[in-house]
């Protein structure tokens, strides 16, 4: 499949959702033939690298999307990191070029149930995966965010609880996620596992979901979205290096 060039979007709107949560709004022409229903899409931003000298490209996720309007959200914890740099600076009538979208990672919609586990990186995502759920889904999510004010409202149905875990500093004290976890009440039946966080986190995760819990690749997904101390490119080695390990 050829890959859609690259377009340039305009910067509608720049809200904050929570003190560590920028949302960017982006639109213009440019969006002119955007494949519909892509709430949790990835996408590819080429953003200038004052420090690299040349553009960096990072993944992010359709938050959510409207007729000529997708919203991209930042978690503000990556305080050097071009994007980061970029979404603080930008200001509405900037623009920025996007590639994709790229395939939606959602839930397997056939289970009997759904778990959903991740850090501030990862709520957009799982944020739109429980806002496509039908609204007899059953479940559950633990999501990691910096501080209480950072919880969000999620449209979630009504038989789906949201457990939300604090760590002032993401990228340490990665066994949060995996101990809340293990306390969680297994329901019966066929599961739906996705789960996406800081790389320790991943690993850990992916290992009790994998040995304990008897999933695989039917009923699991599992990525790093990033890794504690590396950029971009040392974290894209790191997963490849534990791909390896794993075939």
Known sequence: MTRPEPRQLDV??????????????????????????????YIKLRLPDPLGGRDAIRTYTVRSQREGEI???????????????????????????????????????DAD???????????????????????????????????????????????FTIDWVINPHPGEASHLLLERVRRLDWPAGKPSVWAACEFSSMRALRDYFRAERGLDAINLYVSSYWKAGSDEDSHKIAKREDAITLA
């Not at 929570?18 to 033939?33: E, K, V, W």
């Not at 305080?79 to 996007?98: D, H, K, N, Q, R």
């Not at 944020?127 to 559950?140: V, Y």
């Open 12 to 41: 509608l709107a720049k809200t904050y959702v929570t003190p560590n949560m920028l949302r960017i709004t982006l639109g213009g022409p440019g969006l002119a033939g955007f494949p519909t229903e892509q709430t949790s899409a």
């Open 71 to 109: 919203d991209v959200d930042f978690a503000l914890h990556e305080i050097c990191g071009p994007a980061t740099f970029w979404a603080l600076s930008t200001e509405v009538g900037y623009s920025i070029m996007v590639g994709g979208p790229g395939p939606r990672k959602l839930v397997h919609a």
């Open 113 to 159: 149930w759904f778990l959903l586990v991740g850090d501030m990186t990862a709520l957009p995502a799982i944020s739109g995966n429980i806002e496509l759920l039908p609204k007899s889904a059953k479940g559950m999510a633990v999501i990691e965010v910096m501080t209480e004010a950072d919880i969000q409202e999620i449209e979630k149905p009504a038989d």
